[in-house]
Every structure is written in C-alpha cells, then in structure tokens.
C-alpha cells in the first residue's frame, strides 16, 4: 500500500526517562534514530512471538534503555495501513503489555486481551512527522512492508532519513522450494528496496550476509554492513515457574512446522522408536505453529496412533512453559535443512541444554564446537543420537555439558555495542 500523504501539523513526543549511553553521545552520535514497530503491531493479537516478533521487541527495550532521548518509533499501523509517529508512552505501554502476554499466553482471557489490544492500537495511532532539525536513521528490523518499494522510499523522504536494515535471511531467494508459493517474489520485492535505499544493513550471521549479497545489484561496497548475533537473555528473563513435563525423558523442537525444517524425520524416528521400545520411548514435544505446505507431516500428527502420547505438538505456548521445556529437554533438537540463524539452538546453549542439530554453516556459526551437529538426511545417526541422550548421565550428554561450560554465549549487550557502532558509522556518513 502506498503512502499516505502527511497534511497535520504534528510534534514528536519524546519521554524521558534516562540519561543516553555515553555511547551514543558526542559529535558522531547526534542522530535522531526512528524505530519502526510495524511488526509488533501487526502481531498483536497473537498469543505467542515469533522468532522475529521477539527481536523487533529486543530491538525496542534495549534502545529505550540506551538512548530514550534520541529514539522515536514510527509504524505502517495495521489500522488502515498508515504511516506515522507513534506516541513514546503509548509505546511503552504497548510493549509492557506485549511482554505480560507473551509470559503468560493463556486462552481463558481472549476476549479482555483483544479488547487490550484494541486500545493499545487507538493509543499507538500514527501521527504526522515532524520537521526534522538533523540527521535521522530510519531503522527497519522485520520485513514488514520491505516488500513495498515505493512506499518505503515514501517514508524515507518523509522523514529525511537514511535507511538500517536488518536481514533475517534470503532462505525464500536461496532456497525457494523452501518457502510460500509466492514467497521467492515477495522477498525479491524486499530485497530490491534494501538494494535501493539501505545505507546500512545488519546480518545476523555472516551466512545470512553471504547469501544476501549475490542478490544485491549494488552489492555491499559503499555500505556500513555488520554481522551481530542475537543475544541470549538469562534463562529467567521471564521467569518460569513450575509446569506440567512429560513425566518420560523428553526432547524438545521449537519451530514452526514448515518444510526445511524437516519435522518429517523426526516423526519417523519416532514411529520407530515406538515401535521398538514401546512406552519407554522417550517423548518429542514440538513447540510453535502450523506453517505451510506440511501435509503430510500433519496427517502423521493428526492420524498416526502408535504416537498418541510419545509425541506432543504443543503449538504456541507462552514463554514461562516454553522456557521450563527446554530446561528440563534431554536435548534441543533442530534438524532443519537451512537457516539464516538458528535461535533456539543459542538460548538452549544459554541455558546449559544441549543440542543435537543439523550440521549447516548458520549453526556451525553460532554453536560452535559446543553441539553435536548430524547430516538433516542422517536418519539413523539421528536416532543413535537421540537414543544415546535419552538415557541417564550418558556419555555423550556427559560430553557436550562439559563443551557447553565452555562456550560462550552471546549477549544483548554485545550485540546493540556492534549495532551502536553501525550507527555512528551512519550517522557519520550523512552528517
């Protein structure tokens, strides 16, 4: 959808709670940065994150922590697809309010939380944008509305900007048999904007920036471009009190059950692991949403009987169970065929659980020697694997504990230390 024209006079309304990081401060550090929360706000009412829900959150509490005198956050709001400033406090109560939800997902509530989310949409409505009075970087962390050309080259004029963008992958470009029907076009659409206007551009891996680049007419030269891997939050970020387990040892995957992320041999390791070991079978619990193009995978789900009870699809759960899951998992499990980063297996290292995952250069990247990482196509060496971590104090449990002690973890911290350093480099540029 196009832009929308700007006709009101408007004032951007700042709150103040902090002094900026000293980071951000001096000569190099006097932009103005204008965090885009489309994502979040077109998410809001759905119970439970996304892997990319979760960063665009990250994204907004960490800056507001850095830098609350220069931030500013805009949106294309999902209400008639606007775009604006949007109110700081508003904001802020919104994304308190996304946290609340995200900790304690529960159903028994629908009605008051979409009634919440109706006055969070009112409170958060777009706002015009104020002349500015220096340099502003529009930072742009999902691909939200990346897909519009135009529209994004609207804003940018708009606002007088220069355009930070983060890229979460170009699995759809890379590997189109992985994704939507049209989603190879959509992320083409996506990928000529960043070409087009992005001044600076994030990788969350650098096989995510390796990938991007063929597909860039322009390619990276005359671009600041930096690799930042996300960071862990503590296990307790959340807090995770008691839940119901599995009472039987457990594996656990958290994904969204697409193709590439090759549910398929997990459940027909599973069939036979059932059919040789009965109900001392370990349990596999999937953790997130139904995708596309998984027929056959939910007919196993859905019709397959010898599982009923071994393997557990728990769909979208909130963060408190999701957390108490994968502390008390034999091992994560992810043995997707391509990934542009592989969250799950850097917060279950966090955390001291192990990992068994698919041997692809995103997990090599962040895993380090730390996982034990298996061929996606090694169906019996997963199952060796997974029978092997099943028993107690086995060895090779025993083993990636110990390289799990020494293997560190990134941080938040570290990672908005790279991202503030790309914005001075920005800012420098245009200043």
Not at 334 to 347: A, D, L, N, Q, R
Not at 369 to 389: E, F, Q, T
Request: net charge neutral; proline share 6%.
């Amino acid at each position: 959808m196009a832009l929308r024209p700007f006709n009101a006079p408007g004032a951007r309304l700042a709150l103040r709670t902090k002094r900026a990081s000293e980071r951000f401060m001096g000569k190099r550090g006097e932009s103005e940065v204008i965090l885009d929360v489309s994502r979040l706000l077109s998410r809001a009412f759905h119970p439970a994150p996304t892997g990319i829900d979760r960063v665009e959150y990250v994204y907004a509490r960490e800056l507001l922590d850095r830098i609350p005198d220069r931030l500013s956050f805009a949106a294309v709001h999902p209400a008639g697809g606007y775009y604006g400033r949007l109110n700081s406090a508003a904001v802020r109560q919104f994304l308190a309010f996304t946290a609340a939800k995200w900790r304690n997902a529960r159903s028994d509530d629908a009605g008051d939380n979409k009634a919440a989310v109706i006055r969070h949409m009112f409170a958060t409505r777009p706002r015009p944008v104020p002349r500015a009075t220096g340099p502003r970087i529009y930072l742009q962390v999902s691909p939200h509305h990346l897909d519009n050309h135009g529209q994004v080259g609207a804003i940018l004029r708009a606002e007088g900007a220069k355009l930070v963008t983060l890229v979460h992958d170009v699995i759809p470009l890379s590997h189109p048999e992985y994704a939507r029907p049209q989603g190879g076009d959509e992320h083409r659409k996506r990928v000529r904007t960043i070409d087009s206007y992005a001044t600076g551009i994030i990788g969350n891996s650098q096989a995510t920036i390796d990938a991007l680049e063929p597909h860039l007419n322009k390619g990276l030269d005359g671009r600041v471009v930096r690799v930042a891997h996300f960071g862990a939050d503590a296990p307790d970020i959340f807090g995770a009190p008691d839940e119901d387990l599995p009472t039987r040892p457990y594996f656990v995957y958290i994904s969204t059950i697409e193709p590439r992320k090759n549910h398929l041999l997990l459940l027909n390791i599973w069939r036979r692991l059932v059919e040789e070991q009965g109900d001392a079978a370990p349990v596999l619990v999937l953790v997130g949403r139904r995708g596309w193009e998984n027929e056959n995978v939910i007919d196993i789900l859905e019709r397959a009987e010898i599982l009923r009870g071994h393997v557990i699809e728990a769909g979208e759960v909130s963060d408190n169970r999701m957390q108490a899951l994968v502390a008390n998992a034999r091992a994560m499990l992810m043995p997707s065929f391509i990934e542009g980063f592989g969250m799950p297996v850097v917060e279950a290292l966090a955390a001291g659980v192990p990992v068994i995952c698919s041997d692809i250069i995103a997990h090599r990247e962040v895993g380090g020697d730390a996982p034990d990482y298996l061929d996606p196509l090694d169906g019996l060496g997963w199952k060796r694997a997974i029978c092997a971590y099943a028993r107690p104090d086995s060895a090779e449990r025993v083993a990636q504990q110990a390289r799990i002690a020494s293997w560190r973890a990134p941080t938040w911290r570290d990672y908005f230390d790279i991202i503030s350093e790309l914005i001075e480099e920005v800012t420098a540029s245009v200043s």
